[in-house]
Antibody
Framework: EVQLVESGGGLVQPGGSLRLSCAAS????????MSWVRQAPGKGLEWVSA????????YYADSVKGRFTISRDNSKNTLYLQMNSLRAEDTAVYYC????????????????WGRGTLVTVSS | DIQMTQSPSSVSASVGDRVTITCRAS??????LAWYQQKPGKAPKLLIY???SLQSGVPSRFSGSGSGTDFTLTISSLQPEDFATYYC???????????FGQGTKLEIK
């Protein structure tokens, strides 16, 4: 079955760290760029970060640049998001998302999404 | 960054109605635009990409049009399962930062 399953969310204090994982199955993981997209409670969608299929290129939203690091392990079909210096405004459901086309660079169309994992930043 | 503005923010309609949602980009994005549907508590679902290409498995009552800065999503005959929130998203290759519209909530009249 083609699917993405996120894990690693939870409650963390401001300034703390968390690592999210996204396990992929049912497709050739290494052929696709992947992204993280978040949604604050009751709000819209915000793209966070992306990584090319090889892992050689990474992209970040200004709101997380320097605090978050995206990575992937193609041998384990897993995507990661290391989140440091967390702030209250990072509270959201974090989704991992697969690109529509198998290409060397992202096409920025997301055709497969996980169910999401909730990150709550609060003291 | 490229800003995406959707209108209306919410719309009420009945089953069988034709509904159009618009999306405007702050600068030209050619046809680099997608539309997503999201139901409460669920992940978004890709409906349309490249402004007018229907994603596999999506009913043909959904259609997209536009290029440059102005885009539309049309649902030709609303079905009960179509009541959801819809987002547009620009996929312009530069500056490598996709952005979403604020969403349009489609409610039952």
């Amino acid at each position: 079955e083609v699917q993405l399953v996120e894990s690693g969310g939870g409650l963390v204090q401001p300034g703390g760290s968390l690592r999210l994982s996204c396990a992929a199955s049912g497709f050739t993981f290494s052929s696709y760029a992947m992204s993280w997209v978040r949604q604050a409670p009751g709000k819209g969608l915000e793209w966070v970060s992306a990584i090319s299929g090889s892992g050689g290129s990474t992209y970040y939203a200004d709101s997380v640049k320097g605090r978050f690091t995206i990575s992937r392990d193609n041998s384990k079909n897993t995507l990661y998001l290391q989140m440091n210096s967390l702030r209250a405004e990072d509270t959201a459901v974090y989704y991992c998302a697969k690109e529509l086309a198998a290409a060397a660079v992202p096409d920025w169309y997301f055709d497969l999404w996980g169910r999401g994992t909730l990150v709550t930043v609060s003291s | 960054d490229i800003q995406m503005t959707q209108s209306p923010s919410s719309v009420s309609a009945s089953v069988g109605d034709r509904v159009t949602i618009t999306c405007r980009a702050s600068q030209g994005i050619s046809s680099w635009l997608a539309w997503y549907q999201q139901k409460p508590g669920k992940a978004p679902k890709l409906l349309i990409y490249a402004a007018s290409s229907l994603q596999s498995g999506v009913p043909s009552r959904f259609s997209g049009s536009g290029s440059g800065t102005d885009f539309t999503l049309t649902i030709s005959s609303l079905q009960p399962e179509d009541f959801a929130t819809y987002y547009c998203q620009q996929a312009n290759s530069f500056p490598f930062r996709p952005t979403f519209g604020q969403g349009t909530k489609l409610e039952i009249k």
